[in-house]
């Protein structure tokens, strides 16, 4: 096949202890999946049906060893939040809740950065979030741990430290849309594909960074990633 201009570059995600690496096909991401971020982002956390924006594959970085990001452009509020990503191995849509984790193909610690004034000038305005959210190296993401490994871990210590000081500390059991019911959903919505990311949302304590801050995020048994910004 000849192509017209150069391809797109794959983005891929390193695999704990493997050698084969995980491409990345879309990345979705479920909004206010903590009732303590809901209210901290002035929202209530009624339990709702959840909610997606996505990302493009683009913002993906792998940060299975300490990593850089830029400060990115247009944003005077540049912020982090700590997630719990979910890779998808087998696709499927109308994916039944107790079938859900069967399409799994394992778990990482990641950051859904996000600019923060963009993304509430555009929410307030009933504009679409792309720029606050979906831009790259926006989604820097630990090595994946396969589910062979880790299971499907329902209750850990989640957090994030920046230069040293705690900023988010919460606990995966808190998600109100547990991995399962987001898979389950999502698919109502869209086939999922093998390749596919799902970050399941922050818990409260979001906050700015700045060039030359290092953030530390971790989830209990799946590791962690060292971002330093700018
Ligand atoms: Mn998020």
């Not at 606990?171 to 019911?181: F, G, N, Q, R």
Request: a negative charge.
């Amino acid at each position: 096949m000849k192509l017209a201009v150069e391809a797109p570059p794959l983005f891929t995600l390193a695999v704990a202890g493997r050698e084969e690496r995980f491409p990345v096909n879309r990345v979705f991401c479920v909004g206010r999946n903590y009732a303590a971020h809901a209210r901290e982002m002035g929202k209530d956390p009624d339990r709702e049906p959840p909610f997606f924006f996505m990302k493009p594959a683009a913002a993906v970085v792998d940060a299975a060893d300490p990593v850089r990001v830029p400060y990115p452009p247009q944003t005077k509020n540049y912020h982090h939040e700590i997630e719990l990503v979910v890779a998808i191995g087998k696709g499927g849509r109308d994916i039944a809740v107790d079938k859900a984790l069967e399409h799994v193909y394992g778990y990482a610690v990641g950051l859904d950065m996000t600019r923060r004034d963009l993304q509430l000038e555009a929410r307030d305005k009933g504009r679409p979030w792309e720029f606050g959210k979906s831009f790259a190296q926006s989604a820097p993401i630990g090595a994946l741990h396969r589910v062979q490994e880790v299971g499907h871990p329902a209750a850990a210590a989640i957090t994030l430290t920046v230069n040293g000081q705690p900023r988010q500390s919460s606990d995966i059991a808190k998600l109100i849309w547990s991995v399962a019911e987001s898979i389950a959903v999502l698919s109502q919505f869209d086939a999922l594909a093998p390749g596919d990311l799902v970050m399941t949302g922050t818990p409260e304590g979001v906050n700015a960074v700045v060039a030359g801050d290092v953030m530390r995020g971790a989830i209990a048994g799946l590791g962690e990633i060292e971002v330093r910004v700018g």
